[in-house]
C-alpha cells in the first residue's frame, strides 16, 4: 500500500506528546500499583513508548477489542472483547491505554467492564482524542492532543491492518 496523505505528526512531535504524557503518569502512579491495559491492536506502538517514560514499576496487560468491521472507517457502535485480563485486577490501579478515541464505544465499554471488577482506581490514557466524532458521553482522564475530524493512519493506527508501522501520523487520503 502506498502512503498517501499528509503529516499530521512526525515522530518528533510524537516522541514528545509521549514523553510529557510519561511524566504526568509517573507523578499521578507515584506510590500506587499501576497495571497498564493496552487495547490492541491499535495501542501497542504507543503503550510500549509510553511505559518506557512511566519511571515507575508497573504491570502490563492487554485486551483486545473491536469495533470495526474489516477495512471499513466507521465504528460499528458494538464492541466484541476478542482477548480480556485473565487475572484479578483488584489490588491495582489501572490506566486503560488506546491509541485514539472517537466514537467512544471502545473506551467507555472497557472502562464499564473493568471498572465492575472492582480495581483500587481506573483511569483512561489516549493519545489522540477526536471528541467531534463522540457518539457516547465519554471523557477521557489523560490526552495527548485533540485531532479533527480526519481519518488518520500511522504509529499503530491502521487501515485494514496497514500502516500501523509507520513512525508517524497521516491523514489518510484515497
Known amino acids: 500500500m502506498q502512503h498517501r496523505g499528509e503529516v499530521l505528526f512526525d515522530r518528533n512531535e510524537i516522541q514528545a506528546m509521549v514523553k510529557k504524557l510519561g511524566a504526568v503518569l509517573t507523578e499521578e502512579y507515584r506510590d500506587k500499583n499501576l497495571m497498564v491495559i493496552s487495547l490492541l491492536k491499535g495501542a ?41 485480563v485473565n487475572r484479578d485486577i483488584t489490588s491495582f490501579d489501572i490506566l486503560i491505554v488506546d491509541d485514539i478515541i472517537d466514537s467512544g ?60 508501522n509507520e513512525d508517524h501520523i497521516f491523514i489518510y487520503k484515497e
Not at 108 to 129: A, F, M, Q, W
Open 105 to 164: 464505544y471502545t473506551m467507555k465499554h472497557v472502562y464499564d467492564v473493568l471498572s465492575s471488577r472492582g480495581p483500587r482506581s481506573i483511569k483512561t490514557c489516549t493519545l489522540l482524542d477526536k471528541p467531534i466524532r463522540r457518539q457516547t458521553p465519554f471523557e477521557c482522564d489523560y490526552i495527548g492532543t485533540s485531532v479533527d475530524d480526519h481519518f488518520i493512519v500511522g504509529y499503530g493506527l491502521n487501515l485494514g491492518d496497514y500502516y500501523r
Open 44 to 84: 501497542f506502538v504507543f503503550t510500549a513508548d509510553l511505559i518506557r517514560e512511566i519511571k515507575l514499576p508497573l504491570v502490563v496487560e492487554f485486551m483486545i477489542t473491536s469495533s470495526y468491521v474489516d477495512k471499513s472507517t466507521k465504528s460499528t457502535g458494538f464492541v466484541n472483547i476478542l482477548q480480556d
